[in-house]
Antibody
Framework: EVRLLESGGGLVEPGGSLRLSCVAS????????MTWVRQAPGTGLEWVSG????????YYADSVKGRFTISRDNSRNTLFLEMNSLRADDTAEYYC????????????????WGQGVLVSVSS | SYELTQPPSVSVFPGQTARITCSGD??????AYWYQQKSGQAPVLVIY???KRPSGIPERFSGSSSGTVATLTISGAQVEDEADYYC???????????FGGGTTLTVL
């Protein structure tokens, strides 16, 4: 059974940091590019960041560039999102998603999704 | 920043055809993908590469793309199809993924 399990969310003050993790099982992790998508309460999906299956290439939304860092540990089938300088508008459910790479980076199906982890930024 | 534009809501009666559009300047050259998200659940892929249907997705779901508009069609919509639907593609630089704003489908 394919599974993506996010963890590391919680309540943090503005300016603080969090590290999200996403552990994959049930598929060959190294065959998939990985992505973080978030959803603020009552709003739509927002693409946040993507990483190639080797980790060599990373991509960020303008809203998080310079504050968030995506990485992966293929030996542990785990995806990470290091989030620094958090702001109130980073409050959201964060989903990790997996997709098989295509010729064009980021232009792919997000075949597998986790159930999400909540990040709340508030004083 | 690049945007994909969707109507906020679409309503149909059961058995009718629902069409949800997604407009974007890069769509003539980039595929569109469609996701269904039911309340409190993670998104599910329903259409990829404009018009392909993943295994397990009912045949009533189809996709098409013409010029700057991609369309998700649900032929004979069912009550269980009530959900938010999002299109996805990338910007012209290829460095950013983009979701449309989402469309809430109501099957009355």
């Amino acid at each position: 059974e394919v599974r993506l399990l996010e963890s590391g969310g919680g309540l943090v003050e503005p300016g603080g940091s969090l590290r999200l993790s996403c552990v994959a099982s049930g598929f060959t992790f190294t065959n998939y590019d990985m992505t973080w998508v978030r959803q603020a309460p009552g709003t739509g999906l927002e693409w946040v960041s993507g990483i190639s299956r080797t980790g060599d290439n990373t991509y960020y939304a303008d809203s998080v560039k310079g504050r968030f860092t995506i990485s992966r540990d293929n030996s542990r089938n785990t995806l990470f999102l290091e989030m620094n300088s958090l702001r109130a508008d980073d409050t959201a459910e964060y989903y990790c998603a997996a997709g098989r790479p295509t010729i064009i980076p980021l232009l792919m199906s997000f075949e597998h999704w986790g159930q999400g982890v909540l990040v709340s930024v508030s004083s | 920043s690049y945007e994909l534009t969707q109507p906020p809501s679409v309503s149909v009666f059961p058995g009718q055809t629902a069409r949800i559009t997604c407009s974007g300047d890069t769509l003539p050259k980039k595929y569109a993908y469609w996701y269904q998200q039911k309340s409190g659940q993670a998104p599910v892929l329903v259409i990829y590469e404009d018009s392909k249907r993943p295994s397990g997705i009912p045949e009533r779901f189809s996709g098409s793309s013409s010029g700057t508009v991609a369309t998700l069609t649900i032929s004979g919509a069912q009550v269980e199809d009530e959900a938010d639907y999002y299109c996805y593609s990338i910007d012209s630089s290829g460095d950013h993924g983009v979701f449309g704003g989402g469309t809430t489908l109501t099957v009355l």
